[in-house]
């Protein structure tokens, strides 16, 4: 589905990321880790297009350098972990936003399966009550959720998630995961996500790869990779002893 | 759906046609001179339809100087509020406008310097002032915000309005050093930089409305671009938006339809900024609704603030753009302190 060889992003002399190359399939969900600047969020703003960069990105075998934005936003969704918005737009326009890349001609108001499918989206993320609500009376959660609902509602085959429950309480961290768990169990769809909570990211991933100052330190099966040696490698720290401790203190 | 959501019904569109019609009229019959409805529509009507015009009716005062200063006054508020509207979704910032940002300045530039080195363009009046005060406009823009993006990555509030002000100090004093040597064209520059839509014509009102069909164009079918760029440029991209060309298409039309106004009427300040933002209150953000919204409201303002210039001291005549400033920086001020207020 989604095939990156030798990605390496520089900023001006830092290399933020080094000849990674991964290869994501149908069904799977890919979780990003690494301690912070590790090149976690570098290389997903790479795949959505937002930083210059070296190497091949592939989507069903198309370079996304010589497909057009709204090309790519068909197949591939991105959701940020950071969203201002200036103006008292309501939910539901933000979400609707979501079918841009699908409008038929020119002066059609949306298109065919539109409505439908932004209803959907606002119902599956909780927000459908909240869609005549500004944009500027939300809490952080519920802009988080609104822009999920954009994503839901664009109805791409892949999502690109940067730290998606950032601002969410555990209730909504955990109906987010399982949100897009559930969405991935449709035919031809996968995602990717980074992630700090490595609890969730063996939880909810199949695949996952490690990242240290920009490189790669490793990659594949998730209960592979996020063992306790990687983890070490790539935290410097033994996360797994001290996730066991915090977790003893349920058991005490 | 709620209706704020949706673009307007035709029937919305003729209630604000009627009503800009209706508030043209009455700047018409209104002046110095008061002239009866009846005889204003009457000479209208028979000059459409190149009929005789009755005796006693005033057609000179009709026809040759309030028509065409009227209809330049409604396409300059048409022109400078849809660009003010559009620059305000692309920049995320309430305060952009022309003037605000300095473009209104760097067009008045352009203009001066194609006066006072003779730039013209055979067969057009004012034709060389208004291709370098449209180009002048662009280049500008383009300047505040490159440097305005590299200071801060964010183009917030601040940076913006401060590298406007030091443009636009820099673009005046440019223009005290060619009225300095500018020698005998000083008084066409001076009377020039008064900046007064008072002896429009016909000529100036066809430039304005050429100019406001192509780039109003152009704004207009971008609404659902400047939508996604009004929530956040990164979000736009995501979604599918072609920033660059969307980014660029909004820049130099807005330019252009500065860059017009300017060079027919000099500096009428706030009018981009003052209008969207009213209009943005009463009909919500959504540009669908908001760029048609502003540019009925940017008439009617305009054709207003023009009446009240004309009538309020009348014999003497207040300057358009003395009481579109005044309006407007009031506005300015309570916008800047409940922006700031709500951080």
Redesign the interface.
């Known amino acids: 589905m989604l095939s990156i060889q030798n990605l390496t992003v520089n900023h001006g002399t830092l290399t933020a990321l080094s000849d990674v190359s991964v290869s994501i399939q149908a069904g799977q969900w890919l979780m990003i880790a690494g301690a912070n600047g590790a090149g976690k969020s570098t290389f997903v703003h790479a795949i959505?297009?937002?930083v210059p960069y070296q190497g091949v990105i592939r989507y069903q075998r198309r370079d996304l350098k010589t497909m057009?934005?709204?090309?790519?936003?068909?197949e591939i969704?991105?959701l940020?972990q950071r969203?201002?918005?200036?103006?008292?737009?309501?939910v539901?326009?933000?979400v609707?936003?979501?079918r841009?890349?699908h409008?038929q001609g020119?002066f059609s108001?949306t298109d065919s399966q539109g409505e439908r499918k932004v209803h959907a989206a606002l119902e599956m993320t909780g927000m459908l009550a909240l869609k005549?609500q500004s944009m500027l009376t939300l809490s952080g959660g519920e802009v988080q959720r609104t822009?999920l609902a954009?994503v839901f509602a664009?109805d791409p085959n892949l999502i690109i998630l940067d730290e998606p429950t950032n601002h969410l309480d555990l209730k909504y961290q955990k109906q987010t995961f399982e949100l897009i768990q559930e969405w991935i169990t449709q035919p031809n769809r996968a995602a990717v996500s980074v992630v700090h909570d490595i609890g969730m990211a063996r939880a909810f991933g199949t695949h996952a790869m490690l990242l240290e100052r920009g490189k790669m330190i490793a990659y594949g099966d998730n209960r592979t990779v996020l063992s306790r040696n990687n983890l070490m490698n790539a935290y410097g720290m033994d996360v797994e002893g001290w996730m066991r401790t915090i977790l003893a203190q349920w058991e005490a | 759906?709620?209706r704020?959501?949706r673009?307007f019904r035709w029937t919305a569109y003729a209630l604000m046609l009627l009503s800009t019609i209706a508030i043209l009229l009455l700047c018409v019959c209104m002046g110095s001179v008061n002239i009866p409805l009846a005889d204003t529509l009457t000479v209208i009507w028979n000059t459409l339809w190149g009929r005789p015009i009755p005796q006693g009716m005033s057609r000179s005062i009709i026809l040759l100087v309030r028509l065409p200063r009227v209809l330049s006054v409604a396409l300059c508020g048409v022109s400078l509020s849809l660009s003010g509207a559009a620059m305000q979704g692309l920049l995320?910032?309430?305060l952009a406008d022309g003037s605000t940002l300095g473009v209104s300045s760097g067009a008045s530039l352009g203009a001066i310097l194609a006066i006072a080195f003779g730039l013209t363009i055979p067969g057009v009046s004012y034709g060389g002032a208004m291709a370098m005060a449209m180009l002048f406009a662009f280049l500008s823009l383009v300047f505040i915000l490159t440097f305005a993006y590299r200071l801060d990555h964010s183009l917030a509030t601040n940076t913006i309005i401060l590298i406007g002000v030091i443009f636009t100090m820099f673009a005046h004093s440019i223009i005290s050093l060619i009225i300095t040597f500018s020698g005998d064209k000083v008084k066409s520059i001076m009377f020039w930089t008064m900046g007064s839509l008072a002896g429009s014509n016909y000529q100036n009102a066809l430039a304005l409305l050429i100019t406001l069909v192509l780039c109003g164009a152009l704004i207009l079918?971008s609404s659902?671009e400047l939508?996604?760029l009004?929530?956040?440029e990164?979000?736009a991209?995501?979604?599918?938006?072609?920033?660059k060309r969307v980014k660029l298409r909004i820049l130099i039309a807005s330019s252009a339809l500065i860059g017009v106004c300017v060079s027919v009427g000099g500096t009428i300040g706030f009018v981009g900024l003052v209008i969207p933002h009213m209009t943005?209150m009463l009909v919500?953000?959504?540009h669908r609704r908001l760029l048609t919204a502003s540019m009925f409201g940017g008439a009617v303002f305009l054709m207003l603030a023009d009446l009240a210039g004309r009538v309020l001291l009348s014999p003497l005549e207040i300057p358009i753009g003395v009481i579109t400033s005044l309006i407007g920086s009031a506005v300015f001020v309570y916008i800047f302190y409940h922006t700031r207020k709500a951080r």
Do not use: C, W
Request: charged fraction near 25%; aromatic fraction near 10%.
């Open positions: 959505a297009q937002s057009r934005p709204n090309e790519i936003a068909r969704a991105f940020s969203h201002q918005v200036n103006y008292a737009f309501t539901e326009e933000v609707t936003l979501g841009f890349a409008r020119f108001a005549d822009f954009q664009q | 759906m709620d704020r959501k673009p995320r910032n309430p079918s659902r939508n996604a009004a929530i956040g990164d979000n991209r995501y979604i599918g938006v072609d920033v943005r919500g953000p959504n």
